[in-house]
């Protein structure tokens, strides 16, 4: 077993779980030298990190990325072979935010749109380059977790900050390697796997009744590591029936040996939050409850051949009431996901090549979505009297992949095919390709280039969802895409600058619309098309002026989408498709105030296509309103040492009043502070 040392140099280095196939996009076999990555505008080719406070001579002395093995492929590359580009935000990065939850955070990705209802998460919409939040698949440790119901589920996640190592997210379709819910991305959470038994708290408290509290354990001992964590966080909400109280608690477990390492993990999460105008403006009092629970395993073999199978489940439970106080428009919904992954991969002189097949079984159980059941094979709903389960649907999707990568000097080409069946359609296998290429001219540049094909299936809600307001359609056709990336990188040192584009053709790309003011919303198809451009640069300011400069680094980020239709269908309102950033802007800078005392300061503007229905109550009618741009300041205070971190923060510091979904105004000035302590053992 490899354990973590120090170099003679006194660089940290870290070979523990180097090559798991849990580690998505970051997939480490070499010994690698930790650096700090920029928070949310870092546009790299799949660089991972490990995090750890280092001095500015030892983070440019380990700034040596070309051991680093990644993967935005089946099978893992260095990052000077790789022609995948990733973003990725570490540890450090996740501490230096003034965010409480993963939802907050991913806000600060330039290429990534959040959409929140309330805070820590509660009812958040993430989308990548001007898809919908039912385009993105969202992994743990590699592991599926969107949600068939639908994709509003998606982002509740059963593991908190303080679990999380880094997150990866990879923008274009990546069907050949995630599956075909990767739509227009992936982001995958990658937790922390701390071989040093301890243990850890943390609260924290703030304005209208915020409290945010949780422990974590960990106990390794040789071969085998297991760390469990809970979390329970509560507010009375900043606006209007947006109160919240949410519990997670997660346990993973691993062992390594010479010939298998194998990781396993349990989450469960549970939340009940008032929904504000979530599906109807004329009902602002409309409740939610969720509960997820998840399980996986995975492995991976050693030798010549590695296989790495896994196998999960992910049920979730959700109750949602249009008017909180009765019983009117209320819906019970199960939703059971079962998946097996069968990869593996081998080494040949002619490159690196992966194969493998994937099972996921999708099923849900509703009171309103799915085929109508007969009396008899109703399904009595878990801790309810009198309320049955009456409605059912169940589909499987099976595919079959082949990748190979062809690893030259200065060219990485990198191609493979998906076979797709979903016994929901025709049981016929369709086909869907891509090929990435990446070019190293000198050192510092890397050109890339790629294209690939995608399909997504509608969701069970977008099928069969059916309200006074809301109306599924059983013939929806599932979404296709064609995707061309184009992008350039410098990196050194001091600096690392960015500069892409996008190119997505959508063929019968589904949303929820209106056709006229008195309309209810209807799920249709149409033919979208994106286009894009995303520029990104972090300044490294103690690689330029020495490790005595106060300033640490400063990250700037800018998106623009444009969308071109190609139908003449007038719609009076469009929910989703339609409502897209076309100008995103980021800047962060972090530097060094006082000894241990750090600050970071964050700015975002967003300019926002589309329109919400602000509702009247006295004429019972709403009346088009267009997304307003603005701009937002968060700020953090926070001391780290070893053994304890304070922190004091922020967020929306000048109290801008705005709307960024629906016609919900968001929190203005929150304020928050807390302590985290650990004890190793």
Known sequence: MNKNKFTERGVYRWKQFSHKPYAVFCSLKREFNIGVLAVATVY??????????????????????????????????????????????????????????????????????????????????????????????????????????????TADFPVSMDDIERIEVLEGPAARVFGTSAFTGAINIVTRNDRQSHVSAHAAGGSYGYFNGGARVNYTRGALSNQVSGQFGRSDGATENSDFRVARSYYQGTYTSQEVDVRWQLGISNQAFGANTFYSAAFPDQYEELRRYFVSIQAETKGKLHFTPTLYWNRTHDHYKLQRTTNYG????????????????????????????????????????????????????????????????????????????????????????????????????????GIDISYRPTTGWKLFASWNKALRMPTFTDLYYKSDNLLGNIGLKPEETEAINLGVRFRKPYIDVYLGGFYNKGKNMIDWVKYHADDAYHTANFELDNMGLEFATTLYFKQLFGENCFLDKLNIGYAYIHQKRHDDVVIYKSSYASEYLRHKFVARLEHRVWKRLHASWAFRFQDRVGSYEEYKEAEKTGTLVAYSPFCLLDAKLFWNTEKYNLFVEATNLFDRTYHDHGNIPQPGLWLKAGVKYRINL
């Open 44 to 153: 790299s080719a799949g660089v991972g990190t490990a995090t750890a406070q280092v001095d500015a001579p030892a983070l440019q002395q380990s700034y040596e990325l070309e051991e680093i093995e990644v993967t935005g492929t089946r099978v893992p590359l260095t990052e000077s072979e790789s022609a995948k580009m990733v973003t990725v935000l570490s540890r450090a990065d996740i501490q230096a935010a003034a965010v409480q939850s993963i939802n907050d955070l991913l806000k600060y990705a330039v290429g990534v749109d959040v959409r929140q209802r309330g805070e820590m998460g509660i009812q958040t919409d993430i989308s990548v380059r001007g898809g919908t939040f039912d385009q993105l698949t969202i992994l743990l440790n590699g592991v599926n977790l969107t949600n068939p119901q639908t994709g509003h589920h």
């Open 330 to 433: 209320e819906n019970y919904h199960m939703t059971d996901v079962y998946g097996a992954n069968l990869n593996a991969y081998f080494n040949t002189s002619l490159g690196k090549t992966a194969f493998g097949v994937e099972l996921r079984n999708e099923g849900i159980l509703s009171t309103n979505v799915g085929k109508i059941l007969s009396e008899e094979e109703y399904v009595k709903v878990s801790g309810e009297d009198g309320i049955y389960f009456n409605k059912k649907d169940n589909r499987t999707n099976i595919s079959y992949y082949a990748e190979h990568n062809i690893l030259l000097s200065k060219v990485t080409i990198s191609m493979g095919v998906m076979a797709n069946m979903n016994t929901a359609l025709d049981h016929k296998y369709r086909l869907y390709p």
